[in-house]
């Protein structure tokens, strides 16, 4: 089975560049028409979403919540719901993510334990016996547990921006032209106003959990990572 590999910049043309210019160069009458382009635009994640479902045969939660928001967007589009509608869409589903991950702090398998502290990155065995050897597994729960509190706060932070991004942008009635625009012109921000600096933060949770681990366990960086 193929592996699938990250390819930033393709989600990134595929889910936010060429879906905004669509909506904003391509909404008017003498062009796609509103309805139309809205299709067009919303075709462009879907299409992608199922080719790599396809392809790679991998399908999770988050995945599954990015193909319903997809749906949402152009369910409120076409059936002309009230454009409120699109804000509390935009805030449902990073605060569905985040309160997932907020509820497996209290389970044994917090989420941000299965991301970063997995061995497909990390020589776990060597971590674990450093931890035991220093009695530090009860401290290093404790920071696992502050991660994934920070790591659901991710969330919450896009949940709040993506509310305020859209009540503050989209303000025209769904299924109109100016709808359209002020969609793709929401969706080309909600990139640097929320997706990078989400990305910073969840770098700032690793980097806070690779200096707990050093200090921890008093390995170097080579000895935590796998370098295979």
């Not at 449902?92 to 398998?109: A, N, Q, R």
Request: hydrophobic residues 50%; proline residues 4%; positive net charge.
């Amino acid at each position: 089975m193929a592996e699938k590999k990250a390819n930033p910049l393709t989600d990134l043309i595929f889910n936010v560049i060429v879906p905004s210019v669509v909506l904003m160069k391509l909404s008017g009458e003498e062009h796609l028409g509103s309805l139309m382009a809205l299709l067009v635009a919303l075709a462009f994640p879907v299409v992608l979403g199922g080719y790599e479902l396809i392809k790679y045969k991998k399908f999770n939660f988050i995945s599954l919540l990015g193909f319903v928001s997809v749906l949402l967007t152009g369910g409120i589009g076409l059936l002309e719901l009230d454009a409120k509608w699109l804000a509390v869409k935009e805030a449902l589903i990073p605060g569905l993510i985040g309160t997932g991950v907020f509820i497996s702090t209290f389970t044994k398998y917090p989420v941000v334990s299965k991301l970063l502290f997995n061995d497909t990155v990390l020589n776990l065995d060597v971590i674990k016996q450093k931890l035991t050897e220093h009695g530090k597994e009860k401290d290093f729960a404790r920071c696992l547990i502050k991660s994934n509190y920070l790591f659901s706060g991710t969330f919450v932070f896009s949940s709040v921006m993506n509310y305020v991004l859209a009540t503050t942008i989209v303000t025209s009635p769904s299924g109109t032209q100016a709808f359209n625009e002020e969609l793709g012109k929401m969706t080309l921000l909600s990139y640097p106003m929320i997706a990078i600096p989400s990305m910073v933060m969840m770098m700032g949770i690793f980097y806070f959990m690779w200096r707990q681990i050093r200090q921890m366990t008093q390995l170097e960086t080579a000895q935590i990572f796998k370098t295979q």
